[in-house]
T-cell receptor
């Protein structure tokens, strides 16, 4: 079956430091990967959409300078939260789409910033 | 636009009754509409979805309806139980990534 793994599941970082999270598609080849953030008590904001061999498209309020993404192949994507501060805490969700246009979500990486 | 509106934001029902959540979307090219349930401190879990080639789908006490003309879709939980209490999110996807609604906090009172 198709699964999406995310690593780490939970992490704590000091304010001003950076944190990298990974997303792995298993059982299918991800044609695109979308990264989301759910801040406490809020909904899921789309950060960026990454398609292999295409430019990564960032949503308003999110930039490559703050959330650089690497999507080197059809099964792996990583995103870094640079210079993390309190407002960056939350659940970061990765959603991978297969060639049948079905979207699979990972369990998320929960980021706590101290 | 890509906005997804979700109402109500808070929903309280009595155990055994039904609960309905409504969402509207802007992008007429949207073709996939998943629903997620999220319990406190947990990750969201896909509970049911519907594609644009269908108008109705039902599974295990959940019904989703899709009205493409009105760009509206809805989730109906029949015979609600206290275990159904959670946050529910709708989403709509076009060629890009799914966009989520703001969420509905459902409380089922015993």
């Amino acid at each position: 079956g198709a699964l999406v793994y995310q690593y780490p599941r939970r992490t704590i970082c000091k304010s001003g430091t950076s944190m990298r999270m990974e997303c792995q598609a298993v059982g299918f080849q991800a044609t695109s990967v979308a990264w989301y953030r759910q801040s406490p008590q809020k909904t899921f904001e789309l950060i960026a959409l990454s398609t292999v061999n295409s430019a990564i498209k960032y949503e308003q309020n999110f930039t490559q300078e703050k959330f650089p993404i690497s999507h080197p192949n059809l099964s792996f994507s990583s995103m870094t939260v640079l210079n993390a501060y309190l407002e960056d805490r939350g659940l970061y969700l990765c959603g991978a789409r297969d060639n049948q246009d079905t979207q699979y979500f990972g369990p998320g990486t929960r980021l706590l910033v101290l | 636009g890509e906005q997804v509106e979700q109402l109500p934001s808070i929903l309280r029902v009595q155990e055994g009754s039904s609960a309905s959540i409504n969402c509207t979307y802007e992008n007429s090219a949207s073709n996939y509409f998943p629903w997620y349930k999220q319990e406190p401190g947990e990750n969201p879990k896909l509970i049911i979805d519907i594609r644009s080639n269908m108008e109705r789908k039902q599974t295990q006490g959940l019904i989703v309806l899709l009205d493409k003309k009105a760009k509206r879709f809805s989730l109906h939980i029949t015979d609600t139980q206290p275990g159904d209490s959670a946050m529910y999110f709708c989403a709509a996807k076009s060629n890009n990534a799914p966009r989520f609604g703001a969420g509905t906090k459902l409380t089922v009172k015993p």
